[in-house]
């Protein structure tokens, strides 16, 4: 049974950092891409950042690049989100993502088959 574990949430102050981590098991994910998503409430889960499979290419929304930093580990089969000069709104559910397409690049496709995490809560006060 493949799980994610997300960590690394809670509460934090305009401008402050978070690192979240997501801990796989049940299956290595050396070869998918790995994402994190958010949602905030009232509003529909989005793409924040992701990294292919090799991990030399990532992407980012455009509303957390130069401030998020997605990296993976594939000894320890866990995919980190430094989150950084964090903002109010910035607050929502994080959630890990594996995606179950082997060998692929194409994030556009992220979401759509993979596997998902709890989520972990990131709060940002102003």
């Known amino acids: 049974q493949v799980q994610l574990v997300e960590s690394g949430g809670g509460l934090v102050q305009g401008g402050g950092s978070l690192r979240l981590s997501c801990a796989a098991s049940?299956?290595?994910?050396?070869?998918?891409?790995l994402g994190w998503f958010r949602q905030a409430p009232g509003k529909g889960r989005e793409i924040v950042a992701a990294?292919?499979?090799?991990?030399?290419?990532?992407y980012y929304a455009d509303s957390v690049k130069g401030r998020f930093t997605i990296s993976r580990d594939d000894v320890k089969n866990t995919v980190y989100l430094q989150m950084n000069s964090l903002k109010p709104e910035d607050t929502a559910l994080y959630f890990c993502?594996?995606?179950?397409?082997?060998?692929?690049?194409?994030?556009?496709?992220?979401?759509?088959?993979?596997?998902w995490g709890q989520g972990t809560q990131v709060t940002v006060s102003s």
């Open positions: 993502y594996g995606d179950a397409n082997e060998y692929s690049d194409d994030v556009s496709t992220f979401g759509t088959n993979g596997y």
């Open positions: 990294v292919t499979w090799l991990g030399d290419s990532t």
């Open positions: 049940g299956r290595t994910f050396k070869t998918y891409g």
